[in-house]
């Protein structure tokens, strides 16, 4: 074999290395955003609900 064959070889495995590197890197992504929004998702459904009318003392009584 020449060497050219050889460098087209080392191109090759270049270029599927860097496609495996951005896959893996895609997925580890896509797997933690999908974390994140489980856990603000559970967080919100785990929140009292906010309560009707005015929030605790927001305004004093009269002393009249």
């Known amino acids: 074999m ?3 064959y050889f460098g087209v070889i080392e191109g090759v ?4 290395l860097i496609i495996a590197f951005y896959i893996w890197q895609m997925r580890t992504l896509n ?3 999908k974390a994140r929004e489980d856990r603000e998702a559970a967080a919100r459904s785990a929140a ?5 009318g005015h929030s605790e003392r927001q305004h004093e009584l009269d002393e009249t």
């Open 31 to 33: 797997r933690d955003v």
């Open 2 to 4: 020449s060497s050219y």
């Open 13 to 16: 495995m270049i270029i599927a």
């Open 48 to 52: 009292p609900p906010a309560a009707a």
